[in-house]
């Protein structure tokens, strides 16, 4: 399998989105791989898949995301996903306080079936809704600092902060990677999946098609 | 949700034959846009009147029928049940008209009195199952409250399953063919066994299953079971299992790619378990496949998963990584046209398999997984 030309990358990045039921991963998902988001989406049944190739500390780096349901008795086949991720996007929802204080419980569930050193990054999305708000910027933010996680608030219905929040989790991967990486010329392979590094042409990501079907 | 005054009533756009909403692209989902010619229309016609004489007035002569010649019943079914009497037969093939019968007031019971601890779960997704479908479109509309109405119903009728996403979609499919309860009581005999096994373990936090290698004999009759305990939808991860070894069998070149691929069924094919082809196949060929579920049993999910891949496997077996799970997630058109792939699904044979890898997967997990011993006697049958 050669790479074509115009999928070249230096480094793919496995990352996972989590997070309670209906705080909007999938949109989250489709906001920054497509750029859409859907309001008629259906509750994501099992792990959804999507890629796209960016530029991240001036290398290039194809970001390999799997969403997953966020039920918990979904976890037993959820969190076989969790192997092998460099990242972990923990998503809740800024007017759903349970789903914050879920937070903890995900966690939990990183530290039994993810690698050790994953980059996990606190999400508090649906900021759109101001009026509904119910989880304060601040105890998020407070939250995060103490357990260590990167933190911010986005909203996938207006794209604020989708890009940014990718884009800071990569870079982080990057860093850490790149740290153990011993020669520049050669790109430390990304760990996915028990060290294969998956080599993949062409990206759906930019084929439009109507996110919504039967 | 007696709470709510209904929303606004969506604002009428086009719809396919089965109410759903028409994708902008005008491309129709269900290749049956175009008109129907008189002479299809005469054999459909001759087609319902067959059937209507086959299940009698009310479904009063089906029983008589289905003992007299099973294999017409299954001819039949397996050609497609006429739309106008689906509802009916479902009923009457899945069990679900005499556990009716048999429970009257049951379900009013279980809707009005009854609290579930899954309600605001359960609310949460009522929006988010069949969104694109005129019924359930219109908030706290008449769909949305039979939805969650059944739902409910059923998770305090089973309250170790309660609610788990994915039931939604079979609730609702039926509900498009059939009132409230009878969608209830069909939902409960599939999940319950009525007719086939049941199949509850697809949403089950955990079930206990007894490993019959640690049988000891206590007297009297009685025996003391090993159990063992499954984690997590434990019929989900069965069928994932069985379906692997099915396609490394049935279609060893697409099996041997995947494998190099790193490809496994928990990537595509969960939701075909989970929600019987309803959340993302065209609804038409979703009918047709249930027409034969119901009567024949969860093998045909088997079948035309593998029907779909071996349909596709000239060009799956070419693709990466990436390309292969948006493949196997996007058949394309001419694959899932019912009178291509469902005679395709039928020509291949997996019930013994089946039943072996059943054993099999048992006694693997029997090896590897926690072990409980339970105190209690069972009697063994």
Same mark, same amino acid.
């Given at each position: 399998m050669a790479r074509r030309a115009d999928e070249e990358y230096d480094y793919l990045f496995k990352v996972v989105l989590i997070g309670d039921s209906g705080v909007g991963k999938s949109n989250l998902l489709s906001r920054f791989t497509r750029n859409e988001f859907c309001l008629e989406s259906k509750s994501t049944i099992g792990v959804e898949f999507a890629t796209r190739t960016l530029q991240v500390e001036g290398r290039t780096v194809k970001a390999q995301i799997w969403d997953t349901a966020g039920q918990e008795r979904y976890r037993a086949i959820t969190s076989a996903y969790y192997r092998g991720a460099l990242g972990a996007l923990l998503v809740y929802d800024v007017t759903k306080p349970t789903t914050f204080e879920n937070v903890s419980r995900w966690l939990k569930e990183l530290r039994d079936h993810a690698d050790a050193n994953i980059v996990i990054m606190l999400i508090g999305n649906k900021t759109d809704l101001k009026h509904l708000r119910a989880v304060a910027t601040e105890d998020a933010q407070g939250y995060a600092e103490k357990e260590g996680l990167s933190f911010i608030e986005t909203s996938a219905l207006e794209a604020t902060n989708v890009e940014k929040a990718f884009q800071t989790i990569l870079s982080e991967i990057y860093r850490i990677i790149s740290k153990k990486s011993l020669s520049s010329d050669e790109p430390a392979p990304a760990n996915i999946k028990e060290g294969k590094t998956i080599v993949v042409e062409g990206s759906e990501a930019n084929t439009k098609k109507p996110c919504c079907s039967s | 949700m007696d709470d709510y005054e209904p929303g606004p009533v969506p604002s009428p756009r086009p719809l396919d034959r089965f109410g759903f909403v028409k994708p902008e692209l005008n491309i129709s989902p269900d290749g049956l846009i175009k008109g129907r010619s008189a002479c299809e229309y005469e054999r459909e016609e001759r087609r319902v009147r067959k059937w209507r004489k086959m299940i009698g007035a009310g479904g009063s002569d089906w029983k008589h029928y289905v003992r007299r010649k099973p294999h017409v019943v299954r001819r039949r079914i397996r050609k497609g049940i006429p739309d106008c009497l689906r509802g009916l037969v479902w009923q009457l093939i899945s069990g679900s008209r005499d556990l009716l019968l048999m429970n009257p007031g049951v379900y009013e019971q279980l809707v009005i009195y009854e609290t579930?601890?899954?309600?605001?779960?359960?609310?949460?997704?009522?929006?988010?199952?069949?969104?694109?479908?005129?019924?359930?479109?219109?908030?706290?509309?008449?769909?949305?409250?039979?939805?969650? *109405?059944?739902?409910?119903?059923? &998770?305090?009728?089973?309250?170790? =399953?309660?609610?788990?996403?994915?039931?939604?979609? $079979? +609730?609702?499919?039926?509900?498009?063919?059939?009132?409230?309860?009878?969608?209830?009581?069909?939902?409960?005999?599939?999940?319950?066994g009525a007719v086939h096994a049941p199949m509850e373990g697809l949403y089950l936090a955990f079930s206990f299953v007894p490993l019959p290698i640690f049988v000891t004999e206590v007297g009297d009759g009685y025996f003391r079971w090993r159990w063992q305990k499954w984690v997590g939808l434990?019929?989900?991860?069965?069928?994932?299992?069985?379906?692997?070894?099915?396609?490394?069998?049935?279609?060893?070149?697409?099996?041997?790619?995947?494998?190099?691929?790193?490809? *496994?069924?928990?990537?595509?094919? &969960?939701?075909?378990?989970?929600? =019987?082809?309803?959340?993302?196949?065209?609804?038409? $060929? +979703?009918?047709?496949?249930?027409?034969?579920f119901l009567y024949e049993g969860v093998k045909i999910v088997f079948k035309v998963g593998l029907a779909l891949l071996k349909y596709c496997a000239d060009d799956l077996v070419k693709l990466p990584f990436e390309k292969l799970i948006h493949a196997l997630r996007n058949f394309p058109k001419d694959a899932m046209d019912p009178d291509t792939l469902l005679p395709m699904a039928y020509s291949i044979k997996v019930s013994k398999r089946l039943e072996e890898m059943k054993q099999e997967y048992e006694n693997k997990n029997g090896k590897t997984a926690e072990s409980a011993e339970c105190n209690e006697k069972q009697k063994q049958a």
């Open positions: - | 579930s601890a899954s309600e605001l779960d359960i609310i949460r997704d009522i929006s988010r199952t069949f969104p694109s479908h005129v019924f359930f479109q219109q908030r706290h509309g008449p769909g949305q409250r039979s939805l969650y *109405n059944v739902l409910k119903a059923y &998770s305090v009728f089973d309250r170790d =399953v309660g609610y788990v996403q994915g039931m939604g979609f $079979l +609730a609702g499919l039926l509900l498009l063919y059939m009132s409230e309860e009878d969608a209830f009581w069909l939902l409960v005999a599939l999940l319950k434990p019929l989900v991860q069965q069928y994932l299992f069985q379906f692997d070894h099915l396609v490394r069998e049935h279609l060893p070149k697409l099996g041997e790619h995947f494998t190099q691929e790193m490809i *496994n069924p928990s990537m595509y094919a &969960s939701q075909w378990f989970i929600t =019987v082809f309803s959340y993302s196949f065209p609804f038409h $060929l +979703a009918l047709r496949i249930w027409d034969v």
